[in-house]
């Protein structure tokens, strides 16, 4: 037997450290070729780490969100053979102290791991006994539903990695009938637990840049009323046309056609500030980011080359890139180098909303949801279609009076939306 030593990769692009950010295996695992063994996080996007070998698992090199080193030892596996490791060092990798899978709440949802067996949730026992103080592993996601459905997850049998128990688990527990005397009593039952999440990997990504985004830039905002009836006809009659052969389109395309039609006149708002180097870039393409939200947390997909861009080759894209990102598939290509973001919560968006800038970005254009509301017309009261935009601007770089009669020009081309096709 040998061992075969697998180093922290260099991801490219200069970086020299990485944060580890979940384990998918632990110590004593057997593990097969291009099994995914970790997750690490860069500046811009999550990498999955693969195994190149079959074997065993001794040895982890660092716990989730330990920062290391390119270069440094990440994981040791037993192997079959020889192994990448000469006789003489085999002794001090073993030697190493392995570091448990921890039990702690992993940010990261896991995700499929090809090339094992797969996990049926109903081929486990319907419930296993932990001690009171034992947290079991589960996602955010899985312990808000199973919160809402009135389960204690130490009772509930997981068939994740390390014992981690999944979406599918919870079905399990319940198709068993032995959540029924829990859930009669849980939302009255008195709570004293506590969860403490470490802020790791993606999550900490976001907060630094959220932290970094409000100490550095002069953030103002500016809303204003859209009537949205006349693009919304357009939309659905569009869809009702050609949307069996060229695909339904949501209201995001059209609102990035209404954002390169009014860049063309103010080019001030596409651009990037280097604070650093005093530097404004004005950019004539427009790349526009499109906040996602995924179970990583929030990540922003890049819609390139948005000025020469048709409605229909914007919403492919944009339904490209946020599958990519929800699923964490999306490359640190596809998360860089955008010039302005869109960020929308659909129906969830509200009345206001004030986002945070996306630096080096001066501009974020906010959509809220859309509602129908009693307006005047022309003397008459009539129902309309209408919807705010929320939108942040940096003021080191953005006059007030520019962004407002940049979003004003947004507004008329979408409440009069023959003009976004106007050259």
């Known amino acids: 037997m040998g061992t075969h030593v697998i180093k922290m990769p260099d991801i490219g692009e200069g970086i020299a450290e990485v944060e580890l950010s979940q384990w998918h295996v632990k110590v004593g695992d057997m593990v097969v070729e291009d099994q995914v063994l970790a997750d690490v996080m860069t500046d811009k996007a999550m990498v999955d780490i693969p195994s190149p070998v079959h074997g065993k698992v001794i040895a982890l090199g660092g716990q989730p969100g330990e920062v290391m080193a ?41 995700k499929p791991i090809a090339a094992t067996a797969p996990r049926v949730a109903v081929c486990q026992g319907p419930m296993v006994a932990r001690e009171a103080d034992e947290r079991p592993l589960a996602s955010p996601a899985v312990r808000k539903h199973a919160l809402d459905l009135g389960i204690q997850l130490r009772l509930v049998r997981g068939s994740g990695p390390a014992g981690r128990i999944l979406h599918e688990d919870l079905e399990a527990y319940l198709a068993q009938g032995q959540s029924n005397a829990s859930t009669a ?51 659905t009659h569009l869809n009702e046309k050609h949307g069996a052969t060229r695909g339904k389109l949501t209201l995001l395309p059209f609102l990035v056609r209404a954002l390169v039609v009014a860049l063309r006149d103010f080019p001030q708002i596409n651009a990037r500030y280097d604070d650093e180097a005093q530097v404004i870039t004005r950019l004539g393409a427009v790349h526009v980011g499109i906040a996602t939200q995924a179970d990583i947390g929030l990540m922003v997909p890049v819609v390139r080359h948005a000025e020469a861009r048709s409605l229909w080759d914007s919403a492919t894209e944009i339904s490209r890139l946020a599958s990519a990102a929800r699923t964490g598939k999306a490359s640190r290509d596809e998360l860089s180098g955008s010039t302005i973001t869109l960020t ?29 509301r009693p307006m005047v017309v022309k003397g008459q009261i009539v129902i309309r279609k209408m919807m705010n935009l929320s939108s942040s601007f940096d003021h080191r770089v953005v006059d007030g009076m520019d962004a407002a009669q940049f979003i004003q020009a947004v507004r008329s081309l979408l409440e009069q939306p023959a003009t976004l096709f106007v050259d």
């Open 344 to 372: 929308s919560l659909g129906a969830l968006g509200g009345i206001v909303s004030t986002p945070v800038l996306n630096l080096p970005e001066v501009a974020i254009v906010g959509v809220n949801k859309i509602v129908e």
């Open 185 to 235: 009593t849980a939302a009255y039952a008195q709570r004293n637990d506590e969860e403490q999440i470490p802020v790791i990997g993606m999550r900490r990504k976001i907060a630094q840049r959220m932290q970094d985004a409000t100490q550095r830039a002069a953030h103002f905002s500016y809303v204003e009323e859209i009537d949205v009836t006349a693009v919304e006809e357009l939309r």
């Open 70 to 110: 390119v270069g440094s030892i990440l994981i040791s596996i037993e192997v079959e053979g020889a192994g990448n490791v000469k006789e003489s060092a085999q002794s001090a990798v073993v030697k190493e102290a392995p570091v448990a899978a921890p039990k702690v709440e992993a940010v990261v949802e896991s």
